[in-house]
């Protein structure tokens, strides 16, 4: 089994709102940086939100402060992404990702991946 499975992706329109999961299974995993990313065809991943495994630290890109929360429920292996005000060009495929030495901007540091979910977001 992967050791991210990500769900919750969809269709939605403008304006709504979306929950992305990502299970985790066979890590431990109250010790790991987790983070989101996402992805459109021709791009490189790009860096969504994370929450620190050491300190619960948030970090968000800018396009999401105010929009996304990303958190974590430890007992159930399970981070999530809230998405709020859902535009058009936040339509990719999300990725969750896993790090037990810390939670980075950058895709490469990050050694476990989900298989990713896609969100599309009409106009």
């Known amino acids: 089994q992967a050791p991210l499975v990500e769900s919750g992706g969809g269709l939605v329109q403008a304006g709504d709102s979306l929950t992305l999961s990502c299970v985790a299974s066979?890590?431990?995993?109250?010790?790991?940086?987790l983070a989101w990313f996402r992805q459109t065809p021709g791009q490189e991943r790009e860096f969504v939100a994370a929450i620190s495994g050491i300190d619960g630290r948030l970090v968000y890109e800018d396009f999401a402060k105010g929009r996304f929360a990303i958190s974590r429920d430890n007992a159930k292996n399970t981070v999530y992404l809230q998405m709020n005000s859902l535009k058009p060009e936040d339509t990719a495929v999300y990725y969750c990702a896993a790090e037990y030495s810390g939670i980075y901007w950058i895709a490469k540091e990050y050694e476990f991946w989900g298989q990713g979910t896609r969100v599309t977001v009409s106009s």
């Open positions: 066979g890590l431990a995993f109250s010790r790991l940086g």
